[in-house]
């Protein structure tokens, strides 16, 4: 199975882990204590970076995936998200919505 290589690692976009590391600055206590009581994210990030991998510090945060339209999709990391795309949960297409016939 194609891919990338073991020895690079998994991409994620720079800046997306630096929003991270600030999120978890501002809000310490959040970070390490409160984030797996249930606690809701205190911030959310948005990113474009749509081909970054979930790392496993993303648990629990919030974060607003652009999804190609114009429109951003909300995502709440959880565990079974960690090794997949950010894209993998924004659906970049729209449903057809067909018109009801009118009867007469």
């Known amino acids: 199975m194609g891919g990338r290589s073991a020895w690079k690692g998994p991409f994620v976009a720079v800046k997306l882990l630096q929003d991270v590391i600030a ?10 204590e409160t984030r797996f009581q249930g ?27 652009h999804n190609g339209n114009k429109r951003m999709t909300r995502i709440e990391i959880s565990e079974n998200m960690v090794g ?3 894209g993998e949960f924004a659906p970049t297409r729209k449903v057809p919505q067909h018109k009801d016939k009118k009867k007469r």
């Open 23 to 32: 999120m978890a600055r501002q809000h310490p206590q959040w970070w390490n």
């Open 84 to 86: 997949h795309k950010f």
């Open 39 to 65: 606690a809701p994210a205190p911030a959310i990030i948005k990113t474009n970076s749509r081909a970054s991998v979930i790392l496993p510090d993303f648990l629990k945060c919030v974060f607003f995936v």
